[in-house]
C-alpha cells in the first residue's frame, strides 16, 4: 500500500481551507455575537524590573500566550516606565501627550500617543500618521523612537492607538481582544480625533502605517475605509489566516488571536470570518495607494504567506499597491525596526536605511502637499 508523505500533510491542510474561503459569501451574517462583558480571559505576569522596558514587553507577550492570569499591576508600571522613556525622547524633539478616546464600537476608551512637531501650524496646514503597533498583546515600543522624531520633524502629526487587546492599560482593554474585527474600528476612531481634536491637521492628508499584526490592521483599516485615509504602508504584515493557522497550528494560534472565541471556531468551521479578517481576500477594495515591504528570512509572517498578498497586489491593484521582497535582510521579521533602546540608533544596515527611505519618500508624495509650480516670475 502506498502511504502520503507526512510532509504534505500542513500543503494539503492550507489548500483545501483556502479553497472552503475563497468559495464562501463575503458577509459576516454567519459571525457570532461577542460575548457579554466579563466572559473574558487573560495573560502576562509580572516583569523583572532590571529588563529594559521594550525588552519586557516582548517578554511579556511571549508569557501572555502561556500564563492565565496576567499581573495587571506590573504592566501598568512597566507601562508607566515606557511612558516615561517616550517623554524623555521627545524633549526637544517634538511635543507628546498621552489622551484616550471613546472608539466608534461599544464604549471602550483607547489609550493613545499623540506626537506633533514642536511649533504647529495654522489650521489644516499638517498632514498626519496613525502608527499602529505590532503584537496583538503589545504597546507602543521604544524602537519606534527614531522613526516617530522624523515623522514629527518632516511636519506630520501622529497618533498612536493603543487598540483592544494591547498591555499596559488595565484588564478591560487587555480582555476586549477582537483580531481583525473592533480593534480596526478603534484604530480607523483616531482618524476621527485626529480631524476633531487637532484643527492643524488637514483630514483629506490622513495616512495610516502599521508592522506585522499592526499591518494587517492598517491592511483592513484601509479596505473596509475607503474614503478615510489618503495612503497607507503595511511593513510585514499579517495577510491570511488561513495560511498563518495552518504553518502556526490551528489549536495554539487560536488561543492566541481568538481567546474568547469572537471567530466563532475554526478556519474550516468559519471560513467566511476567517476570510473576511484576511487582507489576502480583500484586494479588490483597494482604492488608495498602498505600500507593501516583507522580509524573505521572516520567522513570524514567514515568506510562503507574505508572496501570496505580494503576488495578488502586483496582478490585482498595480495602479495603486506598489511592493518590495527584502532579500535575507539582518533581524528577519524586526529588520526595518532593529535600534540600540540606549541612544535610540538604527542598527543602520543597508535594508534598514532602504526599506525606510521609500517608506518615507511614498509617505512625503502622497500626503505632503504638491511643491508650488515654478512660474517665469519664480525663476528670475
Known sequence: MIRPDPRLRPLAIILVVQMLALHQPTSLAAQPPAPPAGQHSASPPGLAPARRPADAA????????????????????????????????S??????????????????????FVFTPLHVGAAKSHPALIWVHENIRGHLYEHYVPYVRQATAKGYI??????????????SLYEAIDYGGAEIDDVVTAASVLAIRYPAVDPKRIGIIGWSHGGLISLLSVFRNPTTFASAVAVVPVANLFQRLAYKGID?????????????????????????????????RLRIPLRV?????????????????????????????ETQVFQSPPGGHMFDRRVNLKTFQPDNTSAQRESWTRVWAFLDRTLLPPLPELGADTLR
Open 91 to 112: 524633549e526637544g524633539h517634538m511635543q507628546m501627550t498621552k489622551i484616550r478616546y471613546r472608539s466608534r464600537v461599544g464604549d471602550l476608551q483607547i489609550p493613545a
Open 158 to 171: 501622529v497618533i498612536a492607538p493603543e487598540y483592544r487587546g494591547s498591555i499596559g492599560h488595565g484588564r
Open 252 to 284: 495554539e494560534h487560536r488561543a492566541l488571536i481568538d481567546p474568547h472565541n469572537r471567530l466563532g471556531g475554526t478556519p474550516a468551521e468559519q471560513p467566511a470570518v476567517y476570510r473576511d479578517r484576511s487582507p489576502l481576500f480583500q484586494i479588490e
Open 58 to 89: 516582548r517578554a511579556a507577550t511571549r508569557n501572555t500566550r502561556r500564563a492565565r492570569t496576567p499581573d495587571f499591576a506590573a504592566l501598568d508600571r512597566q507601562q508607566e516606565e515606557t511612558d516615561r522613556i517616550w517623554q524623555q525622547a
Open 293 to 321: 515591504h516583507i522580509a524573505d528570512n521572516d520567522q513570524d509572517v514567514n515568506i510562503e504567506e507574505g508572496m501570496q498578498l505580494i503576488d495578488a497586489l502586483r496582478a490585482r491593484q498595480p495602479d495603486l499597491a
